[in-house]
């Protein structure tokens, strides 16, 4: 089992950056593929980005494509996702997520609001 804690959110203005961190503990953090996620008030869970084991694989959602990287540290069991140009409608909850490749297995974390002003 993986525990990962997000960590970098906070209030920015519109066209601002951040970037969120999401450290997971375990050795196995390399055979997971990491994701992003985020949750708005009243609004389901939405995918934001991914990256393969790697690293050498990144998919974005429509929303966030151009303004957002999603990179990792396996040696520092670490993903993150920077983005920039930030927007009103980023404002969420976002959330950090590990997923087995045969997807049998998947882990949260607790967590990091993010509010972009206008």
């Known amino acids: 089992q993986v525990q990962l804690v997000e960590s970098g959110g906070g209030l920015v203005q519109a066209g601002g950056s951040l970037r969120l961190s999401c450290t997971a503990s375990g050795r196995t953090f390399s055979t997971y593929v990491m994701g992003w996620f985020r949750q708005s008030p009243g609004k389901e869970r939405e995918y934001v980005a991914s990256?393969?084991?790697?690293?050498?694989?990144?998919v974005y959602a429509d929303s966030v494509k151009g303004r957002s990287t999603i990179s990792r540290d396996n040696a520092k069991n670490t993903v993150y996702l920077h983005m920039d140009s930030l927007k009103p409608e980023d404002t969420a909850v976002y959330y950090c997520?590990?997923?087995?490749?045969?997807?049998?297995?998947?882990?949260w974390g607790q967590g990091t609001q993010v509010t972009v002003s206008s």
């Open positions: 990256i393969s084991q790697s690293g050498a694989r990144t």
């Open positions: 997520n590990a997923r087995s490749p045969s997807g049998d297995y998947s882990a």
